[in-house]
Protein backbone atom coordinates (compact mmCIF):
# COMPACT_ATOMS: atom_id res chain seq x y z
CA UNK A 1 0.00 0.00 0.00
CA UNK A 2 1.46 3.84 -0.68
CA UNK A 3 2.62 5.69 1.64
CA UNK A 4 -0.19 8.50 0.50
CA UNK A 5 -3.33 6.06 0.98
CA UNK A 6 -1.92 4.72 4.65
CA UNK A 7 -2.51 8.62 5.07
CA UNK A 8 -6.06 8.55 4.49
CA UNK A 9 -6.67 5.18 6.63
CA UNK A 10 -5.00 5.85 9.75
CA UNK A 11 -4.68 9.46 9.79
CA UNK A 12 -7.58 11.24 8.14
CA UNK A 13 -10.08 8.57 7.99
CA UNK A 14 -10.89 8.70 11.69
CA UNK A 15 -11.13 12.03 11.96
CA UNK A 16 -13.78 12.39 8.68
CA UNK A 17 -15.68 9.74 10.83
CA UNK A 18 -15.79 11.81 13.86
CA UNK A 19 -17.10 14.71 11.88
CA UNK A 20 -19.47 12.48 10.15
CA UNK A 21 -20.81 10.18 12.63
CA UNK A 22 -20.09 12.07 16.41
CA UNK A 23 -20.14 15.95 16.42
CA UNK A 24 -23.61 16.31 14.95
CA UNK A 25 -24.69 14.43 18.47
CA UNK A 26 -22.62 16.28 20.38
CA UNK A 27 -24.01 18.79 22.56
CA UNK A 28 -24.03 22.50 21.03
CA UNK A 29 -21.66 24.20 23.62
CA UNK A 30 -19.17 20.81 23.30
CA UNK A 31 -19.45 21.13 19.91
CA UNK A 32 -17.62 23.87 19.09
CA UNK A 33 -14.68 23.04 21.51
CA UNK A 34 -14.25 19.35 19.67
CA UNK A 35 -14.61 20.83 15.82
CA UNK A 36 -12.11 23.41 16.72
CA UNK A 37 -9.57 20.57 17.81
CA UNK A 38 -10.24 18.74 14.92
CA UNK A 39 -9.61 21.26 12.78
CA UNK A 40 -6.12 21.98 14.54
CA UNK A 41 -5.61 18.12 13.72
CA UNK A 42 -6.70 18.10 10.42
CA UNK A 43 -4.40 20.84 9.31
CA UNK A 44 -1.18 18.83 10.23
CA UNK A 45 -2.43 15.31 8.95
CA UNK A 46 -5.06 16.35 5.99
CA UNK A 47 -3.64 19.41 4.82
CA UNK A 48 0.20 18.22 5.48
CA UNK A 49 2.34 19.31 2.55
CA UNK A 50 6.39 19.99 2.26
CA UNK A 51 7.86 23.50 3.11
CA UNK A 52 8.45 25.74 1.11
CA UNK A 53 11.23 28.18 1.48
CA UNK A 54 12.85 30.53 -1.01
CA UNK A 55 16.51 30.47 -0.20
CA UNK A 56 18.65 33.30 -1.48
CA UNK A 57 21.64 35.21 -1.81
CA UNK A 58 24.90 35.16 -3.69
CA UNK A 59 26.82 32.55 -5.69
CA UNK A 60 28.87 30.76 -3.48
CA UNK A 61 26.83 31.98 -0.42
CA UNK A 62 26.33 28.54 0.67
CA UNK A 63 22.19 27.73 -0.24
CA UNK A 64 23.22 24.03 -1.13
CA UNK A 65 25.46 23.27 1.79
CA UNK A 66 22.98 24.54 4.61
CA UNK A 67 20.07 22.08 2.52
CA UNK A 68 22.68 19.31 2.91
CA UNK A 69 22.90 20.64 6.40
CA UNK A 70 19.68 20.87 7.24
CA UNK A 71 18.63 17.06 5.78
CA UNK A 72 21.79 15.88 7.18
CA UNK A 73 22.45 13.86 3.63
CA UNK A 74 23.59 15.32 0.27
CA UNK A 75 20.26 16.13 -1.05
CA UNK A 76 21.26 18.92 -2.90
CA UNK A 77 23.88 16.97 -5.22
CA UNK A 78 21.05 13.31 -5.85
CA UNK A 79 17.71 14.77 -4.92
CA UNK A 80 17.36 17.49 -6.82
CA UNK A 81 14.38 17.90 -10.15
CA UNK A 82 16.93 19.45 -12.41
CA UNK A 83 15.33 23.50 -13.44
CA UNK A 84 16.74 25.91 -15.55
CA UNK A 85 18.18 29.31 -13.57
CA UNK A 86 16.62 31.55 -15.67
CA UNK A 87 12.92 30.89 -15.25
CA UNK A 88 12.83 30.58 -11.95
CA UNK A 89 11.52 27.72 -10.74
CA UNK A 90 11.15 25.11 -7.20
CA UNK A 91 13.81 22.14 -6.77
CA UNK A 92 12.07 19.40 -4.67
CA UNK A 93 14.59 17.76 -2.64
CA UNK A 94 14.45 14.66 -1.31
CA UNK A 95 16.09 12.28 1.58
CA UNK A 96 17.23 9.15 0.41
CA UNK A 97 15.18 7.52 2.01
CA UNK A 98 12.26 9.40 0.03
CA UNK A 99 10.53 9.86 3.45
CA UNK A 100 10.72 13.52 3.38
CA UNK A 101 11.04 16.64 0.96
CA UNK A 102 11.35 20.26 1.05
CA UNK A 103 10.60 22.37 -2.18
CA UNK A 104 13.63 25.79 -2.57
CA UNK A 105 12.44 28.15 -5.07
CA UNK A 106 15.86 28.19 -7.00
CA UNK A 107 16.28 31.89 -9.25
CA UNK A 108 19.42 33.26 -10.10
CA UNK A 109 21.43 34.53 -7.54
CA UNK A 110 21.80 37.90 -6.25
CA UNK A 111 23.79 39.97 -8.06
CA UNK A 112 23.65 38.02 -11.62
CA UNK A 113 19.88 40.44 -12.49
CA UNK A 114 22.32 42.13 -15.07
CA UNK A 115 23.90 38.81 -16.94
CA UNK A 116 23.66 38.84 -20.21
CA UNK A 117 23.37 35.49 -20.82
CA UNK A 118 19.52 35.77 -19.16
CA UNK A 119 16.85 36.84 -21.43
CA UNK A 120 14.24 36.91 -18.60
CA UNK A 121 14.40 39.59 -16.30
CA UNK A 122 14.66 39.19 -12.49
CA UNK A 123 11.20 40.03 -12.09
CA UNK A 124 9.81 37.61 -15.09
CA UNK A 125 11.75 35.00 -13.17
CA UNK A 126 10.00 35.45 -9.97
CA UNK A 127 6.72 35.62 -11.25
CA UNK A 128 7.20 32.44 -12.95
CA UNK A 129 8.01 30.57 -9.80
CA UNK A 130 5.22 32.25 -7.95
CA UNK A 131 2.72 31.73 -10.24
CA UNK A 132 1.54 28.54 -8.48
CA UNK A 133 3.05 28.66 -5.33
CA UNK A 134 4.74 30.97 -2.86
CA UNK A 135 7.83 30.29 -0.07
CA UNK A 136 6.34 29.74 3.53
CA UNK A 137 9.87 32.01 4.63
CA UNK A 138 13.00 33.91 3.22
CA UNK A 139 16.00 32.69 4.25
CA UNK A 140 18.82 35.49 3.22
CA UNK A 141 22.04 34.31 3.17
CA UNK A 142 25.55 36.22 3.28
CA UNK A 143 28.57 34.71 3.71
CA UNK A 144 30.64 36.29 6.78
CA UNK A 145 33.60 37.59 4.92
CA UNK A 146 30.97 39.65 2.93
CA UNK A 147 28.53 41.05 5.49
CA UNK A 148 29.67 44.93 4.19
CA UNK A 149 30.08 43.82 0.42
CA UNK A 150 27.25 45.39 -1.68
CA UNK A 151 24.53 44.11 1.06
CA UNK A 152 22.04 47.14 0.13
CA UNK A 153 21.91 46.07 -3.34
CA UNK A 154 20.89 42.59 -2.21
CA UNK A 155 18.43 43.84 0.43
CA UNK A 156 16.69 45.89 -2.16
CA UNK A 157 16.44 42.61 -4.21
CA UNK A 158 15.44 40.73 -1.22
CA UNK A 159 12.37 43.17 -0.99
CA UNK A 160 11.32 43.36 -4.23
CA UNK A 161 11.10 39.22 -4.03
CA UNK A 162 8.75 39.65 -0.38
CA UNK A 163 6.70 42.26 -2.52
CA UNK A 164 6.22 40.06 -5.17
CA UNK A 165 5.36 37.10 -3.23
CA UNK A 166 1.90 39.74 -1.42
CA UNK A 167 1.08 40.76 -4.50
CA UNK A 168 0.46 37.49 -6.09
CA UNK A 169 -0.77 35.59 -2.97
CA UNK A 170 -1.12 38.30 -0.38
CA UNK A 171 1.20 36.90 2.13
CA UNK A 172 3.95 38.53 3.22
CA UNK A 173 6.78 35.57 4.41
CA UNK A 174 9.26 36.26 7.49
CA UNK A 175 12.96 37.19 6.21
CA UNK A 176 15.46 34.93 8.34
CA UNK A 177 18.89 36.23 8.14
CA UNK A 178 21.74 33.92 7.85
CA UNK A 179 25.41 34.76 8.29
CA UNK A 180 27.28 31.91 6.72
CA UNK A 181 30.33 30.22 6.97
CA UNK A 182 31.32 31.92 10.00
CA UNK A 183 34.33 29.46 10.69
CA UNK A 184 36.57 31.45 7.68
CA UNK A 185 36.60 34.18 10.03
CA UNK A 186 39.45 35.02 12.11
CA UNK A 187 41.59 33.83 13.61
CA UNK A 188 41.94 31.16 10.77
CA UNK A 189 42.88 28.43 13.21
CA UNK A 190 39.90 28.28 15.09
CA UNK A 191 37.98 26.32 12.59
CA UNK A 192 35.95 23.94 14.95
CA UNK A 193 33.17 24.97 16.54
CA UNK A 194 32.28 25.75 19.79
CA UNK A 195 34.62 28.68 18.88
CA UNK A 196 37.08 30.82 21.05
CA UNK A 197 36.32 34.26 22.61
CA UNK A 198 37.64 36.02 19.11
CA UNK A 199 36.04 34.06 17.34
CA UNK A 200 33.10 34.63 19.01
CA UNK A 201 33.45 38.71 18.96
CA UNK A 202 34.05 38.56 14.94
CA UNK A 203 30.80 36.09 14.79
CA UNK A 204 28.69 38.50 16.96
CA UNK A 205 30.10 41.74 15.02
CA UNK A 206 29.03 40.41 11.44
CA UNK A 207 25.78 39.35 12.58
CA UNK A 208 25.02 42.49 13.97
CA UNK A 209 26.09 44.13 11.13
CA UNK A 210 23.71 42.18 8.87
CA UNK A 211 20.81 42.95 11.38
CA UNK A 212 21.09 46.64 11.48
CA UNK A 213 21.28 46.34 7.61
CA UNK A 214 18.27 44.24 7.13
CA UNK A 215 16.30 46.50 9.64
CA UNK A 216 16.61 49.20 8.04
CA UNK A 217 14.83 48.26 4.87
CA UNK A 218 12.39 45.43 6.45
CA UNK A 219 12.21 46.52 10.46
CA UNK A 220 9.92 43.38 10.63
CA UNK A 221 12.93 40.95 10.16
CA UNK A 222 12.67 37.72 12.20
CA UNK A 223 15.82 37.30 13.27
CA UNK A 224 19.53 36.64 12.44
CA UNK A 225 20.97 33.14 12.71
CA UNK A 226 25.29 33.07 12.77
CA UNK A 227 25.79 29.22 10.95
CA UNK A 228 28.24 27.15 9.98
CA UNK A 229 27.26 24.23 7.80
CA UNK A 230 29.96 22.39 6.77
CA UNK A 231 29.72 18.85 6.15
CA UNK A 232 31.29 15.75 4.08
CA UNK A 233 29.46 12.73 2.94
CA UNK A 234 30.79 9.21 1.76
CA UNK A 235 28.22 7.04 0.20
CA UNK A 236 25.63 8.98 0.96
CA UNK A 237 26.88 9.22 4.90
CA UNK A 238 27.94 11.79 6.86
CA UNK A 239 31.76 11.45 7.91
CA UNK A 240 32.53 14.93 8.95
CA UNK A 241 30.44 17.05 10.97
CA UNK A 242 31.22 20.76 12.01
CA UNK A 243 27.53 22.31 11.48
CA UNK A 244 27.24 24.64 14.30
CA UNK A 245 24.06 26.71 14.87
CA UNK A 246 21.82 24.76 12.68
CA UNK A 247 20.01 22.87 15.25
CA UNK A 248 19.03 26.56 16.62
CA UNK A 249 18.37 27.76 12.98
CA UNK A 250 15.78 24.55 12.36
CA UNK A 251 14.10 24.64 15.72
CA UNK A 252 13.45 28.62 15.20
CA UNK A 253 12.22 27.70 11.66
CA UNK A 254 9.53 25.62 13.20
CA UNK A 255 8.01 28.59 14.34
CA UNK A 256 7.65 30.09 10.84
CA UNK A 257 6.23 27.68 9.52
CA UNK A 258 2.55 26.33 9.28
CA UNK A 259 1.31 23.49 11.01
CA UNK A 260 0.32 21.90 7.93
CA UNK A 261 4.57 21.33 7.53
CA UNK A 262 4.72 20.60 10.37
CA UNK A 263 5.39 16.35 9.96
CA UNK A 264 7.34 16.62 6.92
CA UNK A 265 9.45 19.25 8.67
CA UNK A 266 10.17 16.70 11.54
CA UNK A 267 10.80 13.84 9.53
CA UNK A 268 13.74 16.18 7.50
CA UNK A 269 15.09 17.67 10.42
CA UNK A 270 15.54 14.42 11.93
CA UNK A 271 15.40 16.71 15.25
CA UNK A 272 13.90 14.36 18.29
CA UNK A 273 13.38 17.76 19.69
CA UNK A 274 11.03 18.79 17.00
CA UNK A 275 9.75 15.94 17.02
CA UNK A 276 9.06 15.27 20.33
CA UNK A 277 7.25 18.76 20.07
CA UNK A 278 5.26 17.80 17.56
CA UNK A 279 4.16 14.59 18.72
CA UNK A 280 2.87 16.30 22.32
CA UNK A 281 1.04 19.02 20.22
CA UNK A 282 -0.99 15.71 18.36
CA UNK A 283 -1.16 14.26 21.83
CA UNK A 284 -3.13 17.31 23.25
CA UNK A 285 -4.98 17.81 20.52
CA UNK A 286 -6.20 14.11 20.41
CA UNK A 287 -6.64 13.68 24.26
CA UNK A 288 -8.77 16.91 23.99
CA UNK A 289 -10.93 14.70 21.21
CA UNK A 290 -11.18 12.06 22.89
CA UNK A 291 -12.23 13.75 26.42
CA UNK A 292 -14.86 15.42 24.65
CA UNK A 293 -16.50 12.79 22.90
CA UNK A 294 -16.22 10.47 25.84
CA UNK A 295 -18.26 12.60 27.70
CA UNK A 296 -21.09 12.69 25.54
CA UNK A 297 -24.48 10.85 26.53
CA UNK A 298 -23.73 7.68 24.38
CA UNK A 299 -22.99 4.62 26.40
CA UNK A 300 -20.54 2.24 24.68
CA UNK A 301 -21.20 4.74 21.18
CA UNK A 302 -18.46 6.49 21.33
CA UNK A 303 -15.51 3.51 22.08
CA UNK A 304 -14.79 3.18 18.09
CA UNK A 305 -14.26 6.72 17.88
CA UNK A 306 -12.00 7.20 20.12
CA UNK A 307 -10.31 4.18 19.50
CA UNK A 308 -9.74 5.54 16.00
CA UNK A 309 -8.56 9.08 17.33
CA UNK A 310 -5.85 7.41 19.40
CA UNK A 311 -4.41 5.08 16.67
CA UNK A 312 -4.43 8.26 14.67
CA UNK A 313 -2.60 9.79 16.86
CA UNK A 314 -0.29 6.97 17.32
CA UNK A 315 0.15 6.66 13.60
CA UNK A 316 0.95 10.76 13.35
CA UNK A 317 3.81 10.29 16.34
CA UNK A 318 5.31 6.95 14.51
CA UNK A 319 5.18 9.52 11.01
CA UNK A 320 7.08 12.28 12.15
CA UNK A 321 9.64 9.92 14.04
CA UNK A 322 10.58 8.86 10.56
CA UNK A 323 8.89 5.82 10.52
CA UNK A 324 6.46 3.69 7.46
CA UNK A 325 3.08 4.54 8.07
CA UNK A 326 1.01 0.31 8.02
CA UNK A 327 -0.23 -1.68 10.09
CA UNK A 328 2.77 -3.61 11.15
CA UNK A 329 4.28 -0.32 12.83
CA UNK A 330 0.61 0.63 14.85
CA UNK A 331 0.72 -3.27 15.77
CA UNK A 332 4.21 -3.22 16.99
CA UNK A 333 3.80 -0.60 19.04
CA UNK A 334 0.22 -1.91 20.71
CA UNK A 335 2.52 -5.78 21.08
CA UNK A 336 5.13 -3.44 23.11
CA UNK A 337 2.53 -2.33 25.41
CA UNK A 338 1.90 -6.05 26.46
CA UNK A 339 -1.18 -8.28 26.51
CA UNK A 340 -2.11 -7.78 29.82
CA UNK A 341 -1.93 -3.84 29.51
CA UNK A 342 -4.10 -4.55 26.17
CA UNK A 343 -6.58 -6.61 27.98
CA UNK A 344 -6.94 -3.80 31.07
CA UNK A 345 -7.32 -0.78 28.06
CA UNK A 346 -9.84 -2.52 26.61
CA UNK A 347 -12.04 -3.06 30.14
CA UNK A 348 -11.25 0.55 30.70
CA UNK A 349 -12.85 1.56 27.85
CA UNK A 350 -15.54 -0.45 29.15
CA UNK A 351 -16.06 1.09 32.51
CA UNK A 352 -15.90 4.39 31.03
CA UNK A 353 -18.74 4.27 29.07
CA UNK A 354 -20.83 2.14 31.63
CA UNK A 355 -20.34 4.83 34.21
CA UNK A 356 -22.48 7.23 31.81
CA UNK A 357 -25.19 4.29 32.98
CA UNK A 358 -24.61 4.21 36.11
CA UNK A 359 -23.65 7.95 36.98
CA UNK A 360 -26.18 9.82 34.60
CA UNK A 361 -24.81 13.45 35.43
CA UNK A 362 -21.01 12.87 37.10
CA UNK A 363 -20.49 9.43 34.99
CA UNK A 364 -20.32 11.92 31.58
CA UNK A 365 -17.37 13.95 33.12
CA UNK A 366 -15.72 11.50 34.87
CA UNK A 367 -16.10 9.04 31.27
CA UNK A 368 -14.14 12.03 29.37
CA UNK A 369 -11.55 12.42 31.80
CA UNK A 370 -10.85 8.83 31.47
CA UNK A 371 -10.66 9.03 27.87
CA UNK A 372 -8.45 11.91 28.13
CA UNK A 373 -6.14 10.49 30.42
CA UNK A 374 -5.82 7.68 28.53
CA UNK A 375 -4.99 9.34 25.24
CA UNK A 376 -2.70 11.23 27.10
CA UNK A 377 -0.74 8.08 28.61
CA UNK A 378 -0.60 6.47 24.91
CA UNK A 379 0.91 9.98 23.64
CA UNK A 380 3.84 9.66 26.56
CA UNK A 381 4.63 5.57 25.29
CA UNK A 382 4.52 6.40 21.58
CA UNK A 383 7.11 9.08 22.06
CA UNK A 384 9.25 7.08 24.56
CA UNK A 385 9.27 4.12 21.90
CA UNK A 386 8.70 5.94 18.47
CA UNK A 387 11.06 9.33 18.93
CA UNK A 388 13.16 8.27 21.92
CA UNK A 389 13.63 4.74 21.02
CA UNK A 390 13.39 3.75 24.40
CA UNK A 391 12.63 -0.06 25.27
CA UNK A 392 9.09 -1.73 25.17
CA UNK A 393 9.19 -1.81 28.72
CA UNK A 394 9.86 1.53 29.39
CA UNK A 395 6.98 3.05 27.53
CA UNK A 396 4.37 0.70 28.95
CA UNK A 397 5.51 1.98 32.15
CA UNK A 398 4.76 5.18 30.78
CA UNK A 399 1.38 4.37 29.80
CA UNK A 400 0.67 2.46 33.16
CA UNK A 401 1.86 5.71 35.54
CA UNK A 402 -0.55 7.90 33.99
CA UNK A 403 -3.70 5.90 33.87
CA UNK A 404 -3.20 4.27 37.33
Known amino acids: MREDENHKEYLEEPLHLLRKKVIPKLPANMQNNVVGEVERLEELFVDARPPRFAIVGRRGAGKSTLVNAIFQAPVAAIGTVTAETEHGS ?167 LPESTWMQWARITQAKAIQTRIAKTIGKRASAITGGVGAQPIPLADLPFITGIQMSMIAGIAYVSGRKLDRKTLTEFLGALGANIGTAFAFRQLARSLSKVAFPVAGHAISGTLAATATWGLCKAAILYFIERRPAHEAKQAYSSEIE
Open 90 to 256: WHTYTSSSEKAVMEVLDTRGFGEGDDTRFQQTQEDAWASALSTRYPDAILFLVKAKEVDARVTEDITQLKELREAVKEKHDYLPPVIGIVTQVDELDPAYDTDPPFEEEKGANIEEASAHLGRMLKEHLPDIARIFPVCAYTVFKNGEMVYDRRWQIEELIDFLLEQ
